[in-house]
């Protein structure tokens, strides 16, 4: 699970740990990756508002 979560903040997702949810790049979105972290139970979300 580490490895998963460090790989993927590599490549531009966020993580809230209190609310087990993963904010989503606009790009390198890798399908793989968001399904291992839905079967590890976090929720994905879109970043709609981009970074301010």
Known sequence: ???LR???RRLG???SK???SV???ERNRRH???SKLQ???YG???NIFGDE
């Open 18 to 20: 209190k609310e087990r």
């Open 1 to 3: 699970m580490y490895n």
């Open 32 to 34: 793989k990756i968001e």
């Open 6 to 8: 460090y790989y993927a």
């Open 39 to 41: 079967a590890y139970g």
């Open 44 to 46: 994905i979300q879109l």
């Open 13 to 15: 997702y966020r993580f």
């Open 23 to 25: 904010t989503v790049p």
